[in-house]
């Protein structure tokens, strides 16, 4: 159960209960650092950290379970409005042999089911890439999928 | 008057402080003291620094407005008025029965009751964040004693206004604009929003601009700054990007403000001692209010002296309010009581938990020796 709170001039907080009794508070601050308690059921005072805005996105994806490697990570996204909802994203590296065709000739929608949703290139984001994109070696990729699409994709496409 | 020279001593001490976890406030303002009229005498106020002071607190309103959302605390209205009630009566009355006691006429006490009463939210948010308080269910009661306080400044402006000529015609102009602006503050963001999204510098000059009108307000119809400033800072809270413009002007001004203002008093020994009673009393007031609000809401002496230590501090509003409408010694020893109780807030503030550790055990050993 996850109690939200507006704490006006302080940030928002949010609260939850462990079933075993533990406490954890979560508050983000108006300067946009993240502060964390932790209370154990037995213990009457809390710990803290505090985080910055891509400390704590890394923790978020530790505790979502998902591989954190450089070349190859996903993130998965929680709605808290629809809680049976879970996106999976997943990130690669083109390589060279991907390198000068595009989208619509690699037909990945088709042959996989999974799609790309963005493309990072130096540095700049293209949300939703165009069919006829041409890839080129180094962009990272985002892609989105269930479990079975992304590993055909992964063993289609990327040949991994 | 050089300004670039008063930011030094500033940053500097901003520094300082930070080093030593202490509060800035009370540094700005000792330092104006030391080189102003107070002390060596060595800087004086001219008309270039009076209009940054003055802009610094239209600023600090403003923001304070801006914070403040109508639906959001229309929401919470019942907790923030259970929070916030006995703070207030405690405090004012204790206050304003001091300075009675201590000489001061009836005017000067009411100005010193509304100006010791408020806490700095500064210092005392600022402390919450610092010393990881914020989980703490004492902590909200805290944030909303700081929400309540913030609307009883708009109140307390109005009734320190010393414009009572013409009472009648005074109170129809701010209940006009009173309801003027909250109406208006349901279609600012609809009308307004688009001009501040832009990437030129039409959003900043806006809300610059939007943050100085109450001094315009003030000279054209005769309504307190203060007020008009908490007031459109109100009308205009619903437009997101204006509190991220504003920051770091207010920032800045309200630096210089405590600074400047310290040049320009003259602190009396005699302002100085009342000062002192008056510390005593600021602090022994919010700490037997805190008690009552813990014991009220929580059943419990503790939590109530938590929420006490935490809201000692004095600072930004005590010094706004003595500014914009002292004129005696009150201004001594207002100026005195909020030096001491910022500095020993922040301690207090910081070492609560052995505070409250020290208390219940002297509390344990009274009840079981007397068994």
């Not at chain 1, 300067?31 to 996105?57: F, G, H």
């Not at chain 2, 002071?53 to 605390?73: C, D, K, R, S, T």
């Not at chain 2, 009661?141 to 009472?167: G, K, Q, R, T």
């Not at chain 2, 990437?199 to 307000?217: K, N, W």
Request: aromatic share 10%.
């Amino acid at each position: 159960m996850v109690r939200f709170i507006g704490l006006e001039g302080v940030g928002t907080k949010y609260e939850l209960e462990t079933k075993s009794g533990d406490r954890i508070a979560i508050i983000f601050l108006l300067n946009r650092r993240i502060q964390i308690y932790i209370q154990e059921r037995s213990c009457d005072r809390p710990c803290s950290v505090e985080l910055t805005e891509t400390e704590a996105k890394r923790l978020s994806s530790v505790l979502g379970g998902v591989p954190i490697e450089k070349e190859r990570e996903s993130v998965e996204v929680d709605f808290m409005g629809v809680p049976d909802l879970t996106l999976a994203m997943h990130t690669y590296t083109i390589t060279k042999r991907l390198h000068g065709k595009t989208i619509e000739e690699l037909a990945i929608r088709k042959r996989t089911g999974a799609n790309i949703v963005a493309v990072s290139r130096r540095g700049k984001t293209i949300i939703s890439p165009p069919p006829h994109l041409i890839f080129e070696e180094g962009d990272i990729i985002v892609v989105i999928g269930d479990k079975e699409q992304i590993e055909r994709f992964e063993k289609e496409i990327m040949g991994i | 008057m050089n300004i670039a020279l008063a930011g030094l001593i500033c940053a500097i001490l901003a520094v300082a402080s930070k080093k030593l976890s202490l509060p800035p406030v009370p540094a700005y303002i000792l330092a104006g003291l030391i080189l102003g009229e107070t002390g060596f005498g060595v800087l004086k106020g001219d008309e270039v620094s009076n209009s940054i002071a003055e802009a610094g607190v239209i600023m600090l309103l403003f923001y304070i407005g801006l914070n403040l959302n109508p639906g959001e605390i229309s929401e919470k209205k019942k907790t923030i008025f259970h929070s916030g009630l006995y703070d207030f009566v405690i405090n004012f009355t204790l206050i304003y029965g001091i300075s009675i006691l201590a000489g001061f006429t009836h005017v000067q006490a009411f100005l010193i009751a509304s100006a010791l009463y408020i806490s700095s939210s500064a210092i005392v948010l600022q402390s919450l964040i610092e010393n990881r308080k914020l989980m703490f269910r004492e902590s909200e009661v805290v944030i909303w004693i700081m929400v309540f306080e913030d609307i009883a400044i708009a109140l307390l402006i109005v009734l320190n206004n010393p414009e009572s000529s013409d009472l009648l015609l005074f109170m129809v102009k701010i209940l006009a604009f009173t309801a003027l602006t909250y109406w208006l503050s349901n279609h600012m963001p609809r009308l307004l929003g688009i001009l501040f999204t832009r990437d030129d510098e039409i959003p900043v000059l806006l809300a610059f601009t939007a943050a100085l009108l109450g001094i315009a307000f003030e000279e054209f119809f005769r309504i307190p700054a203060g007020f008009t400033a908490i007031m459109l800072g109100l009308m205009l809270s619903g437009i997101k990007n204006i509190r991220e413009i504003v920051l770091p002007f207010k920032d800045v001004f309200l630096v210089l403000f405590f600074f400047f203002f310290g040049i320009s008093v003259n602190l009396s020994s005699e302002g100085f001692v009342d000062g002192l009673i008056l510390a005593a009393a600021a602090v022994a007031g919010k700490v037997i209010s805190g008690m009552i609000t813990g014991r009220y809401l929580f059943r419990s002496w503790l939590s109530g002296l938590e929420i006490g230590l935490d809201t000692v501090a004095r600072g930004e509003f005590s010094i706004f309010l003595i500014f914009a409408f002292g004129t005696g010694k009150e201004v001594s020893a207002v100026t005195t009581a909020v030096i001491i109780t910022s500095v020993l807030g922040a301690f207090l503030a910081k070492n609560s938990a052995k505070i409250r550790n020290m208390v219940s055990e002297f509390a344990e050993r009274r009840f079981s020796s007397t068994q």
